[in-house]
């Protein structure tokens, strides 16, 4: 799913927005309950870019993108905090301080 570019964000911001997972098994948003995964192609975006950093949305999205999808891309990806509501340990204020950190524009 490509957020950003689908509204021509990612162009401008040079930033794009993909899950990890195109398709699983999963119950409710049980994370834990997530099997038969397919991960999503990442080459048209790879190839066609220079991305240089990959960041994740949380530990189980970096599990799931260091299990299917960094052997495949070559680039390790960076943790950041999840922004779920299940998160409860990290307010809204501190998970926007922490993500504009990470992200910053170089």
């Known amino acids: 799913r490509d957020v950003l570019g689908s509204r021509g964000l990612g162009d401008v911001y040079k930033r794009q927005v993909w899950d990890v997972i195109a398709r ?6 049980s994370d ?3 099997k038969d995964v397919k991960v999503n192609d990442f080459s048209r975006v790879l190839e066609n870019s220079s991305v240089k950093r990959i960041y994740v949305n949380g530990g189980k999205a970096y599990e799931l993108y260091h299990r299917y999808a960094e052997k495949i891309t070559g680039i390790e990806a960076v943790k950041l905090p999840s922004t779920s509501p299940a998160n409860a340990a990290w307010n809204l204020e501190r998970l926007c301080k ?3 950190e990470a992200v910053k524009f170089e």
């Open 98 to 100: 922490t993500w504009k």
């Open 32 to 34: 834990t309950s997530i």
């Open 24 to 29: 699983c098994s999963i119950v409710g948003s």
